[in-house]
Nanobody, 120 residues
Framework: QVQLVESGGGLVQPGGSLRLSCAAS????????MSWYRQAPGKERELVAS????????NYPDSVKGRFTISRDNAKSTAYLQMNSLKLEDTAVYYC?????????????WGQGTQVTVSS
């Protein structure tokens, strides 16, 4: 059974840090790009970080660049999102996604999400 399970969310004060984990099972993550998205109430889901299959290339939007760091450990089938200097506007449900293109077909999997709340 294919699964992506996020963990590490919670309540944190502004300026604090959290580390999210995304554990994959039921498939081999080595050939997948791993990404983190977030969705705040009333807003569309947005990409916050991605990392290629080798772990050498990462991508971030300006809103989190310099504060968030994505990484992966293929041996553990796990991706991580280190979030520092958290702001109120980082409050959202954070989702993990694994995606690859095989024979012209997009194969993607999503986790169920983990809540991150930044509040004083």
């Amino acid at each position: 059974q294919v699964q992506l399970v996020e963990s590490g969310g919670g309540l944190v004060q502004p300026g604090g840090s959290l580390r999210l984990s995304c554990a994959a099972s039921g498939f081999t993550v080595n050939s997948y790009t791993m990404s983190w998205y977030r969705q705040a109430p009333g807003k569309e889901r947005e990409l916050v970080a991605s990392i290629d299959s080798s772990g050498e290339r990462t991508n971030y939007p300006d809103s989190v660049k310099g504060r968030f760091t994505i990484s992966r450990d293929n041996a553990k089938s796990t991706a991580y999102l280190q979030m520092n200097s958290l702001k109120l506007e980082d409050t959202a449900v954070y989702y993990c996604k694994a995606v690859k293109i095989e024979w012209g077909r997009v194969i993607d999997y999503w986790g169920q999400g983990t809540q991150v709340t930044v509040s004083s």
